[in-house]
């Protein structure tokens, strides 16, 4: 099951933020109560948050696999996800992503309980922008949006 | 009582859970992100809590009742909990899956049966905590007064 916050409708393949534009993030976590944790420190931070259960089902919404449907969706600006979920990992999902020709370029973070150092370098190395420790704070998401910003031309 | 009564009752109780360790900085957190345009979100998001702390646990007393223990499936369930334990600022809850995830990685039957008897308590406990300071905090509101926010450093 997906929530959205509304997107955009954007088929844009550029990645920059436009000025005055509300960052799309999807958020990919199977406990419900992250899920709300995370949209509301998104949106408190001026996000549009799309949420996924599962990365079944952010593969799905992203269309990943699919070349002609492939980031048609309402542009995404970054992708958060949890580490550890049942059936595909979030380290599966970004290897997904980064497969993608079109969202390889999207800025991915994994989220997980457990600082794990063989963890956090398998995911830096496979291409995740950040690794941070749940449950996320007001100060990781200012830290997020840096980095969403610095895809500003 | 006078509402300044009330509101004071509340900072001491809020204080005093901090104090005892039941909650950590982590509720402060949550706390933040209320506002006037989700004015129940600390309620929904603990009562959310208690609704799948209550499933997990029930799940949890299955598992270890059974002739093979599969002890997969009780860290898995225990790490969940643990990770929403420590979403809201449930402190002792957190630290009772610290010690019952220990348990599991030795598989000590034993030892995994009192952790979830401890974690139960814990639940139990910060449950009653969390009923009185919504029920402090729905005075206040019904007095036409506003709940106060807990400073950190206090």
């Given at each position: 099951m997906?929530?959205?916050?509304?997107?955009?409708?954007?088929?844009?393949?550029?990645?920059?933020?436009?000025?005055?534009?509300?960052?799309?993030?999807?958020?990919?976590d199977d406990s419900l109560i992250d899920r709300k944790l995370v949209e509301r420190l998104l949106k408190n931070?001026?996000?549009k948050v799309t949420t996924a259960e599962n990365a079944l089902r952010a593969v799905e919404y992203l269309r990943l696999g699919n070349d002609t449907l492939e980031g048609t969706v309402s542009e995404v600006n970054m992708i958060i996800t949890?580490?550890?979920?049942?059936?595909?990992?979030?380290?599966e999902l970004?290897?997904?992503?980064?497969?993608?020709?079109?969202?390889?370029?999207?800025?991915?973070?994994?989220?997980?309980?457990?600082?794990?150092p063989t963890r956090i370098s398998q995911c830096l190395e496979e291409g995740a922008k950040m690794f941070m420790l749940k449950p996320l704070k007001r100060s990781d998401v200012k830290q997020l949006k840096w980095h969403l910003m610095k895809c500003r031309n | 009582m006078e509402l300044v009564q009330?509101?004071?009752?509340?900072?001491?109780?809020?204080?005093?859970?901090?104090?005892?360790?039941?909650?950590?900085?982590?509720?402060?957190?949550?706390?933040?992100?209320?506002d006037d345009s989700n004015p129940d979100f600390?309620?929904?998001?603990?009562?959310?809590?208690?609704?799948?702390?209550?499933?997990?646990?029930?799940?949890?007393?299955?598992?270890?009742?059974?002739?093979?223990?599969?002890?997969?499936?009780?860290?898995?369930?225990?790490?969940?909990?643990?990770?929403?334990?420590?979403?809201?600022?449930?402190?002792?809850?957190?630290?009772?899956?610290?010690?019952?995830?220990?348990?599991?990685?030795?598989?000590?039957?034993?030892?995994?049966?009192t952790c979830l008897q401890q974690v139960k308590q814990e639940c139990y406990l910060v449950k009653n905590k969390f009923e009185t300071l919504f029920r402090?905090?729905?005075?206040?509101?019904?007095?036409?007064g506003s709940v106060p926010t807990i400073e950190l450093g206090f």
């Open positions: 997906l929530g959205s916050g509304g997107g955009s409708g954007s088929c844009s393949k550029d990645m920059a933020v436009e000025l005055g534009d509300e960052p799309h993030v999807l958020v990919v931070s001026s996000c949890d580490y550890c979920m049942p059936g595909m990992t979030g380290y970004l290897k997904k992503i980064k497969e993608s020709s079109v969202l390889k370029e999207v800025p991915v973070i994994i989220m997980s309980s457990e600082n794990i | 009330i509101q004071r009752s509340l900072v001491d109780y809020t204080k005093s859970l901090f104090m005892e360790g039941f909650l950590d900085a982590q509720f402060l957190q949550l706390q933040q992100l209320q600390v309620f929904e998001v603990v009562s959310l809590f208690f609704e799948d702390s209550e499933k997990l646990l029930n799940e949890l007393i299955i598992a270890l009742d059974q002739p093979n223990v599969d002890f997969k499936k009780i860290d898995s369930h225990v790490h969940q909990l643990k990770g929403s334990s420590s979403s809201i600022g449930a402190q002792r809850v957190k630290n009772a899956c610290i010690a019952f995830r220990n348990y599991c990685d030795v598989q000590n039957i034993e030892g995994c049966l402090l905090e729905q005075q206040i509101m019904a007095s036409g």
